[in-house]
């Protein structure tokens, strides 16, 4: 099979970037060949596993093709990028030209078999709009039914197209709902497939003694990740046994007021910057708690590699957490009870006080719980992470696949 992959984003970078590799590699290991069209920044050629180079076109954002900064899926990216509410129309028409006519070259070249595009968004608008008869999948990663929400002025250029496409992948019964609600696509075409984390790379292994107890955060340094709300209630604490870790990069004023909090804290954190996999990895053997303080996410897949390291886990108590790690034990996981939000991805005001009271009491049970047993049990680990590998998840996709073609 040959399988055009379309994703708008830096592709090895955010959540989606690494959903996207996974497919490929596993794709490429079943003897499929892939062919990819992505966004990127100036002459960047990232490395992608499982594709060769010359298999990949990119549409260059910042002195590239594009004049103006990459549009970021989300509104806080970790590289420098623009947002989509913000761009002109002539921005707009520029962008999707851009990707029409890249798309456009490429299945003339390639002649794919089914295109298989990242969010419900323009780029898989356009895709739809130029290339009507090739059977088309999209997978659905909810920072696109955020754009959805927060960019009305847009929903022309995106419905009309992603209302066309044959089959709709979404990450959990929550987004799949939500799908149905915002676009209106029917669910008998959205298939959930889930997603799966690296089961070769993120091992359990024993934790090292505790005190000091190390926690982890791994992602965007942004205020609808709840950054600040966890430094700022990690440094309340004034608890000498712990130490924070920060993982990640952001941009904008954002970026910088979570790297403020972070230096206030003193030597209790230490903020690795944008890391690897392989670095995440090894990170997250070190550390005893692994801590998303998110207020909206789709299907955390970081959760999935925190705990298969031997991290006990302190979440949000989002639909896509729970449908991860309802089962687990209150050992293993604490959810954090979350009020109303007041935006997209944000509390109001009034409820940061009790948010951050609970918060804390959750740093201070999972905490008393590594004092007493720094791993928590390897097989209450499995039970959970055995139904998540990337093959698995790849073989839900190909049964999507196979249904778009027969459409």
């Known amino acids: 099979m040959k399988i055009l992959h ?63 900064a990459i549009p970021g899926m989300s509104n806080v990216m970790p590289y420098l990028s623009s947002r989509f509410d913000t761009l002109t129309v002539d921005q707009l028409s520029a962008y999707e030209r851009a990707f029409a006519e890249t798309i456009r070259r490429t299945a003339l070249e390639f002649s794919p078999d089914i295109l298989h595009s990242h969010h419900l968004w323009l780029v898989s608008s356009v895709a739809r709009r130029v290339l009507p008869d090739i059977p088309m999948v999209t997978s659905c990663h909810s920072t696109d039914l955020r754009q959805f929400v927060q960019c009305p002025h847009l929903r022309e250029r995106v419905l009309p197209d992603c209302l066309k496409i044959n089959r709709v992948l979404a990450l959990s019964r929550d987004q799949r709902d939500k799908i149905k609600e915002i676009y209106g696509i029917n669910d008998q075409r959205i298939d959930i497939v889930g997603g799966g984390y690296d089961d070769d790379l993120f091992l359990t292994g024993r934790k090292p003694h505790a005190p000091p107890i190390h926690l982890l955060y791994a992602g965007k340094l942004s205020l609808a990740k709840g950054v600040d709300w966890l430094l700022r209630t990690f440094t309340d604490l004034e608890d000498p046994r712990l130490h924070l870790h920060l993982a990640g990069s952001g941009s904008g004023e954002e970026a910088r007021l979570c790297l403020h909090l972070a230096e206030q804290a003193g030597g209790q ?135 778009a073609m027969a459409d």
């Open 6 to 68: 379309l994703i708008s984003q830096h592709p090895e970078s955010t959540g989606s970037g690494f959903y996207l590799q996974n497919i490929i590699r596993q794709a490429a290991a079943a003897g499929h060949r892939n062919f990819l069209i992505a966004g990127s920044s100036g002459d960047r050629v990232p490395d992608i596993p499982g594709i060769d180079r010359d298999c990949c076109r990119f549409i260059r954002f910042a002195d590239g093709d594009l004049n103006f």
């Open 269 to 403: 954190v230490t903020v690795h910057g944008r890391i690897n996999q392989q670095e995440l990895a090894r990170l997250m053997g070190l550390c005893h708690i692994f801590i998303l303080p998110s207020f909206y996410e789709g299907l955390p897949l970081v959760l999935l590699e925190a705990l298969a390291t031997g991290c006990r886990i302190i979440a949000g108590d989002l639909p896509g957490c729970r449908e991860l790690l309802g089962k687990a034990g209150p050992d293993l996981v604490h959810f954090v009870d979350l009020p109303a939000l007041s935006t997209i991805d944000r509390p109001d005001p009034k409820d940061w006080d009790i948010l951050q009271i609970r918060l804390a009491a959750a740093i201070t049970d999972m905490a008393d719980r590594v004092r007493i047993a720094p791993s928590p049990a390897p097989a209450e680990i499995t039970g959970i992470t055995s139904a998540f590998s990337w093959q698995a998840v790849f073989a839900r996709i190909v049964r999507s696949y196979e249904k």
